[in-house]
């Protein structure tokens, strides 16, 4: 359907950009011609005059139309971007059916993002974005499953992706995927007159999930059990805490070599503690169950602290979504104190979703002393076995991404490789939480890398006697350190394995050292 308006928009950037290239090539001609005169007979003050007028006021002219046909193009460029987005995320508004997740890459990426931010405010409950920093890609998770989009189907003004991105996609399937390249078009439909290209953008889909497949984690699901020897399910309500609601995230398994060779999409409940001015903290529901603490002797890179491996049986408790962000700590550690004061922004990289780094871990016991005094429930570091089984959520492998780790995945020293895992990008800094888009079994983001994770536990040099329950291991421990999990930013994958272990002194502030919080069922305050 043709819009007189945005017609009349690409003929006006049209026309100008046409305007400013002629009147470069006149001021460049007249320039030339001018040289000529002046190499032949010498410059008359009038010649000069009839230059400035003929030569230097066209470029000028020409130039500034030139800018202003780019910047109409590119606001332009941000509607089509709008509207192709609007049509993709809301053409089947309403249907039950969840999770489709499409890329969008804008072909500028900060703009992408602030036109990709406010259409997601417009509809936040159908709508979840998540931003990757580092790429510039955003990632749109709509609530509704598209019924189709055919190849080069006209949506209005915004022509469709082409065969090579998505050749059909009917409700309730895997999508077909191939290539990775759309254009956001204005429809012409002048007798078949192909398209006129304003910027591009990429709209692909992850490989197809088999629709056959159930999801990892039906773990609160009404049975007898998990598919990884957890016991039992969540109510959706307990006592003292809030209600509890379903939250869906993609995972992803990668072989030997760092290749994707399965995506799934997993299932886990979450309740969320609202810190004022918007500011939010979600926390997962981890389920009850058993594992095999440590690591085995053959695997690579294994140091000796992390044996003997041993069965530990855990209870049921709650723990951070993402490690605890800057503006989640401004918002506590603005709180009255409890039993110290805390900075209010002690990182050195800083971003409101990056995580909070540079705090000790009395800082840390301080900000959940804070927190659970404004929120009645008892907050607390995890011990090292609730980290450890939250981190492998049943998986046995160094990683809960399989047998390697790659730098797409994780925010770690990817200069360095894994087995025979792929090497990367090194960022040298803390990246936001959430950025890589995969989660573990459990719905945990960033368990791998990022900063280092402050656990409860004093040091012990191997798990020699160690407790087979959940509880922190006191006895003859090294109360002078304490434990840290996952690795960081500048770690080598090997430090970042679920097994591995480090351990500075609790008053260390480092700015790889970061925290989650847990919480355990039936402790909330009276």
């Avoid at 000790?360 to 609730?386: H, I, M, N, V």
């Avoid at 803390?430 to 573990?440: Q, R």
């Avoid at 329950?469 to 996952?486: C, K």
Wanted: with cysteine.
């Amino acid at each position: 359907m043709r819009n007189p308006d945005k017609i009349s928009e690409k003929s006006s950037i049209t026309f100008n950009f046409t305007a400013g290239v002629v009147s470069i090539a006149a001021g460049l001609l007249n320039t030339f011609l001018f040289l000529m005169v002046w190499a032949s007979w010498g410059v008359h003050p009038s010649g000069i005059a009839a230059y400035v007028g003929l030569g230097l006021v066209p470029l000028g002219i020409g130039i500034g139309l030139l800018r202003r046909s780019r910047a109409r193009k590119a606001k332009f460029t941000k509607r089509l971007l709008r509207d192709v987005v609007r049509k993709i995320a809301f053409r089947n508004h309403g249907r039950v059916k969840p999770l489709d997740l499409v890329r969008v890459l804008g072909y500028n990426s900060q703009e992408a993002l602030r036109v990709l931010r406010e259409i997601a405010a417009e509809d936040p409950e159908n709508v979840e974005l998540q931003l990757n920093y580092d790429t510039g890609e955003v990632y749109f998770e709509f609530q509704d499953i598209l019924k189709s989009i055919e190849a080069g189907k006209s949506y209005e003004e915004s022509a469709g992706p082409p065969p090579s991105v998505v050749q059909q996609i009917q409700a309730g399937t895997a999508p077909k995927m191939a290539g990775d390249a759309g254009r956001v078009s204005k429809k012409v439909d002048d007798g078949g007159k192909k398209p006129e290209s304003f910027g591009r953008i990429r709209v692909s889909r992850l490989p197809a999930r088999s629709p056959a497949k159930k999801p990892l984690n039906r773990l609160f699901n009404r049975g007898t059990g998990g598919p990884h020897g957890q016991k039992g399910f969540m109510p959706a309500e307990i006592p003292g805490f809030p209600p509890l609601r379903p939250i869906e995230f993609d995972v992803v398994m990668v072989d030997e070599a760092g290749k994707a060779r399965d995506y799934r999409c997993g299932q886990a409940q979450v309740f969320t503690e609202d810190l004022g001015e918007g500011i939010r903290l979600e926390m997962v529901a981890i389920p009850a169950g058993t594992f095999w603490m440590g690591s085995p002797d053959g695997e690579a890179g294994r140091f000796s602290e992390e044996g003997p491996q041993h069965q530990v049986v855990v209870e049921s408790f709650f723990i951070g979504k993402f490690e605890v962000t800057q503006e989640q700590w401004r918002a506590v550690a603005a709180l009255p104190p409890v039993h110290r004061p805390l900075d209010l922004d002690p990182a050195k990289f800083k971003g409101p979703d990056r995580p909070v780094e540079r705090v000790s871990w009395y800082d840390c016991q301080e900000f959940c002393a804070r927190l659970s005094r404004k929120t009645g429930r008892s907050y607390r570091l995890p011990t090292e076995a609730e980290w450890e089984y939250a981190c492998r959520a049943g998986t046995v492998e160094p990683f809960h991404f399989g047998k390697t780790v790659t730098p797409d995945l994780a925010n770690y020293h990817g200069g360095e490789s894994y087995g025979s895992g792929p090497t990367g990008e090194y960022r040298e800094e803390t990246t936001p939480v959430g950025s890589f888009g995969m989660a573990n079994n459990f719905g945990l983001y960033d368990i791998h890398g990022n900063v280092w994770e402050w656990c409860a536990d004093p040091w012990h040099e191997n798990y020699q006697e160690a407790p087979s329950d959940q509880r922190v291991w006191e006895r003859d421990g090294d109360a002078s350190y304490r434990v840290l999990r996952g690795g960081s930013w500048n770690s080598h994958a090997w430090y970042c394995r679920s097994a591995c272990r480090d351990r500075y002194q609790p008053d260390v502030r480092h700015a790889s050292n970061g925290f989650r919080v847990a919480v355990s069922l039936g402790r909330a305050q009276s």
